[in-house]
């Protein structure tokens, strides 16, 4: 499943939250401290595991 890092712009806490891509385009993201949907997405690298070696 995608994990997203995002940001509350109310309560300042980051989360790193995992999403299914339905669940991410339904409706905003909520803070899961503090219920806020006031969140903003930060982008960070990320890792890709595969099974064959190229």
Do not use: W
């Not at 499943?1 to 509350?8: E, Q, R, S, T």
């Not at 891509?21 to 930060?42: D, F, H, M, W, Y």
């Amino acid at each position: 499943m995608p994990m997203y890092d995002y940001k509350c712009l109310d309560c300042g806490k980051e989360s790193l939250i995992v999403l299914t891509l339905k669940e991410r385009s339904a409706g905003p993201v909520k803070c899961p401290a503090c219920s806020s949907t006031n969140v903003q997405q930060i982008y960070t690298s990320f890792v890709a595991h595969t099974t064959k070696k190229s």
